[in-house]
Nanobody
């Protein structure tokens, strides 16, 4: 079992930055791929970034060059540094643990979500 708790969301102006953090419980954290997903009202949940056990990463085209995912297996944390934020980045952001995939169904464990709002 893995429990995930996100933090770091909030309101920021366009062009600003936020850092999301996800703290995981459980001794098997390092064996899971971790993903950051987001869901805006009326839209499907999408994977914006993911990182596997060896820190290989993937980014959605919409965030490439602006977002950076990282993990610290010793601290059971995964972070998402978000720079040059745009209004279209506004969504609820979720941390997830599971298999290395863009598909939400590949992830067994989810956090409660944290709201990110980018004003224009």
């Amino acid at each position: 079992q893995v429990q995930l708790v996100e933090s770091g969301g909030g309101l920021v102006q366009a062009g600003g930055s936020l850092r999301l953090s996800c703290a995981a419980s459980g001794r098997t954290f390092s064996t899971y791929a971790m993903g950051w997903f987001r869901q805006a009202p009326g839209k499907e949940r999408e994977c914006v970034a993911r990182i596997n056990w060896s820190s290989a990463t993937y980014y959605a085209n919409s965030v490439k060059g602006r977002f950076t995912i990282s993990r610290d297996n010793a601290k059971n944390t995964v972070n998402l540094q978000m720079n040059s934020l745009k209004p279209e980045d506004t969504a609820v952001y979720y941390c997830a643990a599971g298999r290395y995939s863009n598909n939400a169904s590949a992830y067994n464990y989810w956090g409660q979500g944290t709201q990110v709002t980018v004003s224009s």
